[in-house]
C-alpha cells in the first residue's frame, strides 16, 4: 500500500506533528505570497508571528532569509496581511523586527502597510541596522514626500541624528524641495546641524548637488532661526532674570516679616517687663504708705 502523502497546510487536516520551526517558515512564505487566508489559518494553528526564514524565498514569495512574516508583508505590500500579523503579536514580540518592516515599507513607498505599522505602535524613529537611516532619512533621502508626511504625522524626530533627514532630503534627486519644506515648516527641523560623514549642514548638501533653490531656502530659513533662536534665548534669560528676582524679593520680605515678628516679641516683653515692674512699685509704695 503506498504512504500516504502528508496533509497540506491549510486543508482543515490535523498537524500534531509539525513544529514551531515549520509553521514558522510557512508563515512567512505565505506572507511573502500574500495568501492571507494561508496566513490566518497558519496563525491559527499556532505559528510564530515572529519566526525569522531561515533562507530566501523559492516559491511564490520574494522573501530574503532573516525575514520575518511582517517583514515579507511590508515588502510585499500586503496591508491586510500586516495588520493580521500585528494583532497576532509581532509587533509587541519583536520590535526589531517591526522597525525593519516599517523601513522596508517606507523604501517601497508601501504607504498602506507603512499605516498599519504606524497605527500598531512601531516606533518612527527606530533604526534598523549599522548601514541604515531611521525610516524619516530614508524617506527625505528617496524625495519620498507621502512617506516624510505619515512619518511626521506619527511624531517621528525630523532631527534625529544630529539632521539626517533633512541633509538627505536637501541631497534627494527628486522632490527635494517638497521634502525639505515638510521637515523644516511641519518637522521644526533645524537646519544649523551638522553631522554625516562630512560634518556638513542641509545648506552645504545642495550647494554640493548643485541645488541653488534648496541652498537659498535653507540659508533663508538658517537665517530666520537663528534669529529666533537669538529671541528664545534673550526671552528665556528674561524670564529666569524675572524668577530670580521674584524669588529674592520673596526672600527679603520673609526675613524682614521675620524681623518685623521678633522685634513685636520683643516689644510685647518689654511691655510686659515694664508693666511688672510698675506694679511691683505701687505694691512697694502702697505697702510704705499704709
Same mark, same amino acid.
Not at 522573501?63 to 515588502?75: I, Q, R, S
Not at 534625529?160 to 515648516?185: F, H, I, P, Y
Given at each position: 500500500m503506498a504512504e500516504d502523502a502528508p496533509p497540506a497546510v491549510g486543508d482543515g487536516a490535523s498537524t500534531p506533528a509539525k513544529t514551531a520551526q515549520r509553521l514558522g517558515e510557512e508563515l512567512v512564505e505565505a506572507a511573502s505570497a500574500g495568501d492571507a487566508a494561508l496566513v490566518e489559518s497558519l496563525l491559527a494553528m499556532g505559528a510564530p508571528a515572529v519566526h525569522r526564514a531561515a533562507a530566501a524565498g523559492g516559491n511564490a514569495g520574494s522573501?530574503?532569509?532573516?525575514?520575518?512574516?511582517?517583514?515579507?508583508?511590508?515588502?510585499?505590500?500586503?496591508a491586510g496581511i500586516a495588520q493580521a500579523l500585528c494583532a497576532a503579536g509581532a509587533v509587541d514580540e519583536d520590535r526589531h523586527a517591526a522597525a525593519e518592516a516599517l523601513y522596508w515599507a517606507v523604501r517601497f513607498s508601501h504607504f498602506d502597510v507603512m499605516a498599519v505599522l504606524l497605527d500598531n @505602535? /512601531?516606533?518612527?524613529?527606530?533604526?534598523?541596522?549599522?548601514? @541604515?537611516?531611521?525610516?524619516?532619512?530614508?524617506?527625505?533621502?528617496?524625495?519620498?514626500? +507621502?512617506?516624510? &508626511?505619515?512619518?511626521?504625522?506619527?511624531?517621528?524626530?525630523?532631527?534625529?541624528?544630529?539632521?539626517?533627514?533633512? &541633509?538627505?532630503? !536637501? *541631497?534627494?534627486? #527628486?522632490?527635494?524641495?517638497?521634502? /525639505?519644506?515638510?521637515?523644516?515648516? =511641519?518637522?521644526?527641523?533645524? /537646519?544649523?546641524?551638522?553631522?554625516? +560623514?562630512?560634518?556638513?549642514?542641509?545648506?552645504?548638501? !545642495?550647494?554640493?548637488? *548643485?541645488?541653488?533653490? /534648496?541652498?537659498?531656502?535653507?540659508?533663508? =530659513?538658517?537665517?530666520h532661526q537663528a534669529v529666533d533662536s537669538t529671541i528664545e534665548e534673550s526671552a528665556a534669560r528674561l524670564a529666569r532674570a524675572r524668577l530670580e528676582l521674584e524669588d529674592e524679593? #520673596?526672600?527679603?520680605?520673609?526675613?524682614? #516679616?521675620?524681623?518685623?515678628?521678633?522685634?513685636?516679641? +520683643?516689644?510685647?516683653?518689654?511691655?510686659?517687663?515694664?508693666?511688672?515692674?510698675? +506694679?511691683?512699685? @505701687?505694691?512697694?509704695?502702697?505697702?510704705?504708705?499704709?
Open positions: 522573501h530574503d532569509a532573516g525575514d520575518t512574516p511582517l517583514v515579507a508583508a511590508a515588502k510585499g505590500d500586503y @505602535r /512601531v516606533h518612527p524613529d527606530a533604526v534598523v541596522g549599522k548601514a @541604515r537611516a531611521a525610516p524619516l532619512a530614508a524617506a527625505a533621502g528617496l524625495g519620498n514626500t +507621502e512617506a516624510v &508626511r505619515m512619518l511626521l504625522a506619527a511624531d517621528a524626530t525630523a532631527d534625529a541624528a544630529d539632521g539626517e533627514a533633512l &541633509r538627505r532630503a !536637501a *541631497g534627494a534627486t #527628486q522632490n527635494a524641495m517638497e521634502c /525639505v519644506k515638510l521637515l523644516v515648516e =511641519v518637522g521644526k527641523a533645524r /537646519v544649523s546641524l551638522r553631522g554625516g +560623514e562630512g560634518n556638513t549642514t542641509a545648506a552645504e548638501v !545642495a550647494a554640493a548637488v *548643485g541645488d541653488p533653490v /534648496v541652498h537659498a531656502y535653507l540659508e533663508k =530659513v538658517a537665517l524679593t #520673596q526672600k527679603r520680605c520673609e526675613h524682614a #516679616q521675620k524681623e518685623l515678628k521678633a522685634k513685636r516679641a +520683643e516689644g510685647m516683653d518689654m511691655v510686659a517687663k515694664l508693666k511688672a515692674e510698675t +506694679e511691683a512699685l @505701687r505694691a512697694r509704695f502702697a505697702k510704705e504708705c499704709a
